[in-house]
């Protein structure tokens, strides 16, 4: 028999568990996307559940998304959720640490800094950094080998994007001090820091010791390039230092460091094991990596050629493949908002009250066989036949960082919709390609032992990643 727990009719379900305060959080916690179907068949799109005391409510659906993802902003709030995250780790005065009004001009100054202008010079940039990667790495001595394919991502994940984001200064010292002040303020990035930010934790002094530096850093660089001792490039961190404020004033030292920090942190993640999921799954599928070496060479020609940014629009199939990856491994798969005032749900008899926070998955929907016949297979081929996601964002807003889509219909966002959603899309899917591009002109890649599939999904940490250890076999072409 179902158990329906109404504790109050005017609510939404509760789902049903024994112990008050942890409630589900360990199902929850374990595999989400589990959780959020499971508890969908029991209870419909609409549901709350306990997370750490914390009551919250499920709203799934392109119905959930729109009101969720497109709440008015003085009903649904991310930065009361977010800020206890990641105002320790980015620094104050950026992000969620200020009204919103505020960070969406922050957005549209790093928006500027990822038009198609600046991504066109990232390519070569991208191209120099991993070439030198694949060359200096001893993992990739000889004509084949075995690989952490996470571990190996992250490093060229990092490179890459420091390199174009972050600016020549950043990447120099990526390879000395720099590297562990980032690992020190990952480690305070943590699911633990999320939802019990008051737990003195070990690590959370050594998140601050790295902040403060790693922000001294950030701004004796500022000062280096303002006296003029450093050449102009295509970066985020010049086009920071252009930036001003609405109300005339230009964006302080220590907000563009903080800012050039939550950067750093947001890139990587989502990328880097993207990019790593990409491989396990080429690996796994050798035709669809051989399909792609065919692209390179029927499209660009010469495969020893640099990739430039306009070979880039050419790739069909890795765009496909990058699409195909993020549907099935959303590196995001939980966006939460607090709600701040009743907010009745159209269609039913509950109101959502104001100690309620909000959850949209998004990618659920991704994952349900409704929208994505046989959802649970790999097929970049899929796209093929399918309605270009772009084009199912049809309805577009302006919420002060430029034409955003809201996503009422689409049954694809991986990078979210709305106010809030992601502005490094473009940079993601050129960083992406470039990977892809390089990696099948110069390996062909196989799972180990015979053995088949890809490994199972981590949920341990903010971002969905492989399970490890994840080997793959590489040989050379
Ligand atoms: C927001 C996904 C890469 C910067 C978001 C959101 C999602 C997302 C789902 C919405 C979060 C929410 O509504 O609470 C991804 C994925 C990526 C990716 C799947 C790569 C595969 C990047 C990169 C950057 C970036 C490369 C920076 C260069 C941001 C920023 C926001 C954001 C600044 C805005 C947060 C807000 O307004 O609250 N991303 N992202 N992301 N992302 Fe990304």
Redesign the pocket.
């Known amino acids: 028999a179902q158990q329906i727990l109404y504790k109050n009719p005017n609510e939404p379900p509760v789902v049903f568990h024994w112990l008050p305060v942890i409630g589900s959080t360990v199902t929850y916690g374990i595999d989400p996307f589990r959780f959020f179907f499971d508890c969908q068949a029991k209870y419909g799109d609409i549901y709350t559940f306990i997370l750490l005391g914390r009551k919250v409510t499920v709203y799934l659906g392109s119905k959930g998304n729109q009101f969720i993802?497109n709440g008015k902003l003085k009903d649904v709030n991310?930065e009361e959720i977010?800020s206890v995250l990641t105002t320790p780790v980015f620094g104050k005065d950026v992000?969620?640490d200020v009204p919103n009004a505020k960070?969406m001009e922050q957005?549209k100054f790093?928006k500027y800094g990822?038009q198609s202008g600046a991504l066109l010079t990232y390519v070569p940039l991208m191209q120099d950094e991993i070439g030198n990667f694949l060359q200096g790495d001893s993992h990739f001595n000889g004509q084949h080998g075995t690989i952490s394919i996470p571990k190996v991502m992250a490093q060229i994940t990092l490179f890459t994007?420091s390199r174009c984001?972050q600016g020549i200064e950043v990447r120099q010292k990526l390879d000395t001090t720099f590297a562990d002040l980032y690992h020190a303020l990952d480690d305070g990035f943590q699911p633990i820091n999320f939802m019990l930010p008051w737990f003195p934790l070990p690590q959370n002094r050594r998140r601050d010791i790295a902040q403060r530096r790693m922000t001294q850093i950030y701004t004796e660089i500022i000062k280096a390039r303002r006296a003029g001792a450093e050449k102009r490039s295509e970066d985020i961190l010049w086009t920071l230092m252009d930036s001003v404020y609405k109300d005339g004033t230009p964006m302080p030292d220590n907000e563009i460091a903080h800012l050039m920090i939550?950067?750093l942190m947001?890139?990587q993640h989502?990328?880097s094991v993207?990019s790593s999921w990409i491989m396990l799954h080429l690996a796994a599928q050798p035709e669809v990596m051989e399909e792609l070496y065919q692209e390179q060479i029927s499209v660009l020609g010469n495969t020893s050629k640099p990739i430039t940014y306009e070979d880039i629009q050419k790739l069909p199939l890795v765009m496909n493949v990058i699409r195909e990856t993020?549907r099935l491994h959303?590196?995001?798969h939980t966006?939460?908002?607090k709600v701040k005032n009743p907010l009745p749900i159209e269609g039913t008899n509950w109101i959502v009250p104001p100690s309620h926070v909000l959850l949209?998955a998004p990618a659920t929907m991704g994952k349900s066989d409704e929208y994505f016949p046989n959802a649970a297979k790999w097929d970049p081929h899929r796209w093929e036949c399918m309605a270009d996601p772009a084009d199912q964002e049809k309805e577009k807003m302006d919420y002060g960082y430029g034409l955003v889509s809201t996503g009422a219909d689409s049954t694809y966002?991986?990078?979210?919709?709305?106010?809030?959603?992601?502005?490094?899309?473009q940079?993601?899917y050129v960083?992406?390609t470039v990977i892809v591009s390089i990696m099948v002109r110069k390996f062909k890649l196989k799972n180990v032992d015979g053995k088949t599939g890809v490994v199972a999904t981590d949920y341990s940490s903010l971002f969905s990643r492989p399970m490890e250890p994840a080997f793959i076999q590489w040989e050379r072409r």
Do not use: D, N
């Open positions: 993802l991310a977010y992000v969620y960070f957005k790093i990822l994007a984001l939550a950067l947001a890139g989502s990328s993207t993020l959303p590196p995001i966006i939460m908002r949209a966002l991986p990078f979210g919709a709305g106010r809030h959603r992601c502005i490094g899309e940079f993601a960083q992406l």
